[in-house]
């Protein structure tokens, strides 16, 4: 969960929700994305005011929850893990093999949050025409320095046996590892959390990372849901059209990762140019096929 206590008011919540938003408004904005919050906010609501857990929004204690993008930077992949098979690897071993990788920092025994967004990744995936393992793939990294390895593989037994369709069980992979590896993992994400001791949970934000194979952060994608569409874009756009047809390409190039959208918008101005070509190309092959014909018109009349 993000945030924990108890809301008896539906009204006090909400009031508490926008004086918090007001006061961290500056000129660039609410320094926690609103999408973020309103996100994970609406994450909770389902589960009712009272009984939810969901806290006094205390501003101090959020300003340790946010995402502050760092796209175009790497990810360290010496940083040193325990996926779910038992083994001590490093996180670049499952880098640099022609693959974008989706990743996600969670932890295993998280109460709410976590599940969500690991379902509605699986749910998203999938969806696809691609595969984890084949086209690209997929890390689950815990933020709990106390979880095993044995529960990262049942937690991956979980996911992989609600796929509808058979996944390369290496295609994704769970990790545990100490607090400094989970933890410089995060601050280069820019992924912000904190463990809270009065309820014993971790309180964090809900995204999900693309990167390219090399281990350069690509894309954020927030949320609890993440679309097939989304989802392919992001990893078209992570693998430089490395995956994928020219048709997919051509998808990629009518659309662009809106910000405020948090997610990929028809990109007009390309449309145009492409509808444009296409134009210009059936024109081309008309007039050929006219200049053509009258070619064999006057031959056969001389």
Not at 45 to 51: H, K, Q
Not at 154 to 182: C, H, P
């Amino acid at each position: 969960m993000i945030f924990f206590g108890n809301f008896d008011d539906p009204g006090s919540f909400f009031l508490c929700l926008m004086r918090y938003l007001n006061q961290n408004k500056s000129k660039s904005g609410c320094r926690l994305p609103v999408a973020v919050f309103l996100t994970l906010v609406l994450a909770l609501l389902p589960f009712g005011y009272g009984r939810a857990q969901v806290a006094d929004l205390n501003p101090p204690d959020l300003e340790k929850i946010d995402v502050v993008e760092h796209s175009g930077e790497y990810i360290p992949l010496d940083l040193t893990f325990t996926n779910d098979s038992g083994e001590i690897i490093k996180l670049g071993d499952y880098f640099n093999h022609g693959k974008p990788v989706v990743l996600v920092l969670a932890y295993y025994e998280c109460p709410m949050l976590c599940t969500l967004v690991l379902n509605g990744l699986s749910t998203g995936v999938d969806q696809l025409s691609w595969s984890p393992g084949k086209e690209f793939q997929m890390i689950t990294v815990s933020i709990d320095p106390l979880e095993t390895a044995a529960l990262a593989a049942g937690k991956k037994k979980t996911y992989l046996g609600n796929m509808t369709r058979a996944i390369d069980d290496s295609g994704w992979v769970f990790m545990v590892g100490e607090e400094s590896q989970s933890k410089g993992l995060a601050e280069v994400l820019g992924f912000k959390y904190y463990y809270d001791e009065k309820n014993k949970q971790y309180a964090h934000p809900a995204v999900v990372f693309v990167l390219t194979e090399d281990g350069k952060i690509s894309r954020y994608l927030y949320g609890i849901e993440f679309s097939p569409r989304d989802l392919k874009l992001a990893l078209l756009e992570a693998s430089e059209g490395k995956i994928g047809n020219t048709i997919d390409r051509i998808i990629l190039y009518c659309y662009h990762y809106d910000p405020d959208a948090q997610g990929y918008v028809v990109f007009a101005a390309n449309v145009m140019r492409l509808g444009g070509g296409v134009t210009l190309a059936v024109l081309a092959l008309f007039l050929t096929g006219l200049w053509l014909k009258e070619r064999g018109r006057k031959a056969k009349a001389a």
